[in-house]
Structure formats: C-alpha cells, structure tokens
C-alpha cells in the first residue's frame, strides 16, 4: 500500500520559512516525479513545484518560484518544499503528489499518489 505522509507544517509569521517533507512507503520515491500542491480555503487546487526522478528537472509555480524550492533525499525516500519569505497568502493546506515519468503537468488529475496534506498558516 502506497502511503504519502507530509510533514513539518504549522503557524509563522510573514517573512519566515518554513521546510515541509513527505515521506513515502510502499513506492520507492526516486522512480517518480515528486509534486507539492496546495489549496487555501474557498480555493482551487494550485500546483506550487515538481521534480523529476533524478532531480535534474524541475518546474515550478511562475508565481511563487524563486520563494519555493522543491529538493529530494532519495536515500530517506523523501521529498521536502522549502518556503522562503512566507506571506500571508502562502496559508493553505499542502500536499506532495507523486507520478511516473517526468512531465510540466500541473493539473493533479495526472498524479497518481497523493498525501494528506499539512497546514500552512502565515500571519501578518
């Protein structure tokens, strides 16, 4: 059974950074594409960033790169987003994603596993 468990979110101030990470079982995390998304209340789903089996691919949110970086540790089976300057409207629930095979996609429809979630909370 494929488990995708995020974790490392909760409650900073605007400004800060924050690291999520999502821990997979049951798939091994360097043969797919690692994807986080998140939605805020009363929102659609929007894709934030993804990478590639190998790392050597990455595409991200043209509105949020260059605040948030996507990375692995394929040695823990594990993907992390990193949040650099957190504004209040980063606040949302994120969720990692994984597929096979690299692609830009950003629809979620094409990701096959998804996690939980963890809540993002950025205050002013």
């Known amino acids: 059974q494929v488990q995708l468990v995020e974790s490392g979110g909760g409650s900073v101030q605007a400004g800060e950074s924050l690291r999520l990470s999502c821990t997979a079982s049951?798939?091994?995390?360097?043969?797919?594409?690692a994807a986080w998304f998140r939605q805020a209340p009363g929102r659609n789903r929007q894709f934030v960033g993804s990478?590639?089996?190998?790392?050597?691919?990455?595409y991200y949110s043209e509105a949020l790169k260059g605040r948030f970086t996507v990375s692995r540790d394929n040695a823990k089976n594990t993907v992390h987003l990193q949040m650099n300057s957190l504004e209040p409207e980063d606040t949302a629930v994120y969720y990692c994603?994984?597929?096979?095979?690299?692609?830009?996609?950003?629809?979620?429809?094409?990701?096959?596993?998804w996690g939980q979630g963890t809540q993002v909370t950025v205050s002013s």
């Open positions: 049951g798939l091994t995390f360097n043969g797919f594409t």
């Open positions: 990478l590639s089996a190998t790392g050597a691919n990455t």
């Open positions: 994603a994984a597929r096979l095979g690299w692609s830009r996609t950003m629809n979620g429809l094409e990701y096959h596993y």
